[in-house]
């Protein structure tokens, strides 16, 4: 073990200045007696990388509509894109600054935008477009939201389950529509249903927090 002559005391780990007084340690340094722990992820640096991926998403859905697919007829996938990109970050800044009543916001916000769509749909001589690509998409993109909120933020385990059951909704939502033959495809809905349950099972099994908290008021 080291030893600080000026301070008088047994230094464990590797160091080779004294942490107390910062002279330098004589004798054998020995094993470090603490993990090596990863260093947390920034904030900060997440929303970055975040925010540049959605701009070259929306880029690469724009630019590959340009050069492959310029049909008139219909709003299609890769048009909707920008639109769960879009609902995305509503929710996730929506979190970052108020952190309360999010699900409440996120459902409004999923609620209007899907209304809205719908109108429009329907006043363009309904081709369904709304129901197939746009609502599938926005209720992607708000349940990504959420992972990212849960992720980032520290939030209790309450609304953890809150936002659970919200993400298992808008991830069954779109498939109601795929059920009762409200769409004209049913990819969209079906990976928007894939999406929700991938993370409501990544959420219990990343949340042991959450998984004893439900089994309580459930009385499991
Ligand atoms: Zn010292």
């Not at 073990?1 to 004798?27: D, I, K």
Request: glycine residues 8%.
């Amino acid at each position: 073990m080291s030893r600080c002559a000026a301070c008088a005391v047994a230094v464990e780990g590797g160091w080779t200045a004294c942490p107390l007084c910062g002279a330098p340690l004589s004798g054998e340094a020995t094993a470090d007696p603490f993990p090596a722990v990863a260093l947390r992820f920034s904030r900060r640096r997440v929303l970055r990388v975040l925010f540049l991926v959605s701009i070259a998403v929306i880029l690469a859905s724009l630019s590959v509509q340009l050069l492959f697919d310029r049909r008139p007829a219909g709003i299609g996938a890769l048009r909707s894109v920008w639109l769960g990109v879009v609902t995305m970050w509503l929710v996730v800044v929506m979190a970052v600054r108020k952190r309360h009543n999010v699900a409440k916001g996120t459902v409004y916000l999923v609620v209007i935008a899907g209304l809205l769509c719908v109108y429009w749909d329907y006043l363009t001589g309904w081709r369904a477009w709304s129901l197939t690509y746009a609502v599938p998409i926005v209720c992607a993109g708000s349940a990504v939201a959420l992972m990212i909120t849960v992720r980032l933020l520290q939030i209790e385990v309450g609304e953890h389950i809150v936002y659970t059951s919200l993400m298992l909704l808008l991830g069954l939502a779109p498939i109601a529509f795929l059920a009762f033959g409200w769409v004209t495809n049913a990819v969209p809905s079906s990976i928007c249903g894939a999406l929700g349950c991938t993370l409501v099972l990544l959420q219990l099994t990343r949340a042991p927090d959450l998984r004893h908290e439900l089994a309580k008021r459930l009385h499991l």
